[in-house]
T-cell receptor, first 114, second 115 residues
Framework: AQSVTQPDIHITVSEGASLELRCNYSYGATPYLFWYVQSPGQGLQLLLK??????LVQGIKGFEAEFKRSQSSFNLRKPSVHWSDAAEYFC????????????FGTGTSLTVIP | DAGVIQSPRHEVTEMGQEVTLRCKPI?????LFWYRQTMMRGLELLIY????????DSGMPEDRFSAKMPNASFSTLKIQPSEPRDSAVYFC?????????????FGEGSWLTVV
């Protein structure tokens, strides 16, 4: 069965520290992979996405993610976290041939301390 | 592009009342989704449409929930009668099959409180 796992429910980092949010997926074929961010009281905003090609993808706000097929992972990283990065982060996997099969992880809540 | 537009942004209603949430998808998109987000259950897909036709409504919690898409630019999610456990954020989202890798674009949500 298809699924997305974000093992960390909540992460706290200091401002300026590096960040890595984990995402593992289970899917029958090579999927499309996404990271979304949700700030308090807001909708979900697309950070970045992977379709094919270079396995290291760059996104907005200085985020990047690396697709590792052997580990079925798509971890999100940022070298230096800013206080404004405090939010909920969702990993998602989508099918390549239909618009309906789209699975979200349960999210990781990020707290940034000064 | 204006993005996915939802209304109302916030609604507080009394138990038993009818609630109607509205959504305007991104122009040209052929899939529309309704999600519900709660602390306990996270993001849940309620129903989705393809070319205005409901494809899968297995996520709709019960008969009190109904959704329609009368045309390509408008959809509604209705709860009748509403109950306190329906309090949640309801997101509408849309995508274009084959476009931008099926990226789903979300509205800002309708924050529903049933008292």
């Amino acid at each position: 069965a298809q699924s997305v796992t974000q093992p960390d429910i909540h992460i706290t980092v200091s401002e300026g520290a590096s960040l890595e949010l984990r995402c593992n997926y289970s899917y029958g074929a090579t999927p499309y992979l996404f990271w979304y961010v949700q700030s308090p009281g807001q909708g979900l905003q697309l950070l970045l996405k992977y379709f094919s090609g270079d396995t290291l993808v760059q996104g907005i706000k200085g985020f990047e993610a690396e697709f590792k097929r052997s580990q079925s992972s798509f971890n999100l990283r940022k070298p230096s976290v800013h206080w404004s990065d405090a939010a909920e982060y969702f990993c998602a996997v989508g099918a390549r041939n239909t618009g309906n099969q789209f699975y979200f992880g349960t999210g990781t809540s990020l707290t940034v301390i000064p | 592009d204006a993005g996915v537009i939802q209304s109302p942004r916030h609604e507080v209603t009394e138990m038993g009342q009818e609630v109607t949430l509205r959504c305007k998808p991104i122009s040209g998109h052929d899939y529309l989704f309704w999600y519900r987000q709660t602390m306990m259950r996270g993001l849940e897909l309620l129903i989705y449409f393809n070319n205005n036709v409901p494809i899968d409504d297995s996520g709709m919690p019960e008969d009190r929930f109904s959704a329609k898409m009368p045309n390509a630019s408008f959809s509604t999610l209705k709860i009748q009668p509403s109950e306190p456990r329906d309090s949640a954020v309801y997101f509408c989202a849309s995508t274009l099959l084959g476009g931008s890798g099926n990226t789903i674009y979300f509205g800002e949500g309708s924050w529903l409180t049933v008292v």
